[in-house]
C-alpha cells in the first residue's frame, strides 16, 4: 500500500465529527510506529537501561 493510500486509509477510519488535530495526531503516531518498527529492523535500538539513564538527565 502506498503512503498515500495508506493516508486516506487512515482518515477515512477516523469518526466523521473527528477534528483537524485529531486526525493529524492518528497521522503522526502512524508515522513514528513505522519509524520506530524501521529503526528497529535495523538495529538502532539502546537497551532499557540506557534509556532510563537518559530519562534520569533529563529530569535534572
Do not use: C
Request: zero cysteines; charged letters at 40%; hydrophobic letters at 35%.
Amino acid at each position: 500500500m502506498s503512503v498515500k493510500d495508506r493516508m486516506k486509509s487512515l482518515i477515512e477510519e477516523q469518526p466523521d465529527d473527528a477534528t483537524y488535530e485529531e486526525i493529524m495526531k492518528e497521522l503522526a503516531f502512524e508515522h513514528m510506529v513505522d519509524r520506530g518498527i524501521k529503526d528497529s529492523e535495523n538495529g538502532r535500538v539502546i537497551s532499557n537501561e540506557e534509556m532510563g539513564s537518559r530519562i534520569r538527565l533529563w529530569q535534572k
